[in-house]
């Protein structure tokens, strides 16, 4: 059972533009919910995160919404560089398991081309 | 370099051999989780420890894997017996247990001929 939901599997984009990867879950105990960047040959890097108290947060050129009714998140990257090229993974921690964090429960990835 | 090490970085072997990887966690985390990642997916969760208590395991963990962290610092994960199906980018991350933020390390990519 795929408890987080990502799409879409691969994403082309033109430099400058925007880049949009979405994610859906299940479980309404997770509350804490962050995307992962990786490249090629190295583990996954924390991008932004964001709990489900606030629906939208944004770091930069980064930019999370979020919809707790729909279950449902979203990544937004303005003005997308060749640089940003890399696999994007949503995920979701489930809350307070036993009284403390559990553990990351990723999507399958989004692979972003962004050409120049 | 403070991040999270792992060694070695790629390992290849024959079906039927044991492996072992070693991850060298932040000094400051509590927490130590082992991921499997095989091409094109996410990572999927294997175990994690809290200190030196291995706190869950994931049905993924056959019998054929065992973690350790004996001084809650750094932590082995054995593989006996690989099998082909093992091969995969086996990741290490570490956390504060305060916190969801896991910093991974590069990973130790496994080949099983």
């Known amino acids: 059972q795929q408890q987080v939901k990502q799409s879409p599997q691969s994403l082309i984009v033109q430099k400058g533009g925007i880049s949009i990867i979405n994610c859906a879950y299940e479980n309404t105990a997770f509350d804490y919910f962050p995307w992962y960047q990786q490249f090629p040959g190295k583990g996954p890097a924390l991008l932004i995160a964001?709990?489900?108290?606030?629906s939208e947060k944004k770091e930069g050129r980064f930019t999370i919404s979020f919809n707790k009714s729909a279950k449902q998140f979203s990544l937004h990257i303005m003005d997308s560089q060749p640089g940003d090229s890399a696999t994007y993974f949503c995920a979701a921690l489930r809350a307070n398991y036993g009284g403390s964090q559990g553990n990351l429960i990723f999507g399958k990835g989004t692979k972003l081309s962004v050409k120049p | 370099d403070t991040g999270v090490s792992q060694d070695p970085r790629h390992k290849i072997t024959k079906r039927g051999q044991n492996v072992t990887f070693r991850c060298d966690p932040i000094s400051e985390h509590n927490r130590l989780y082992w991921y499997r990642q095989t091409l094109g997916q996410g990572p999927e969760f294997l175990t994690y420890?809290?200190?030196?208590?291995?706190?869950?395991k994931s049905r993924l963990l056959s019998d054929r894997f065992s973690a350790e962290r004996p001084k809650g610092s750094f932590s082995t994960l054995e593989i006996q017996r690989t099998e082909q199906g093992d091969s995969a980018m086996y990741l290490c991350?570490?956390?504060?247990?305060?916190?969801?933020?896991?910093?991974f390390g590069e990973g130790s990519r496994l080949t099983v001929l």
């Open positions: 964001i709990r489900p108290d606030v």
């Open positions: 420890f809290q200190n030196e208590a291995q706190l869950e």
């Open positions: 991350a570490s956390s504060q247990a305060s916190t969801g933020e896991l910093f």
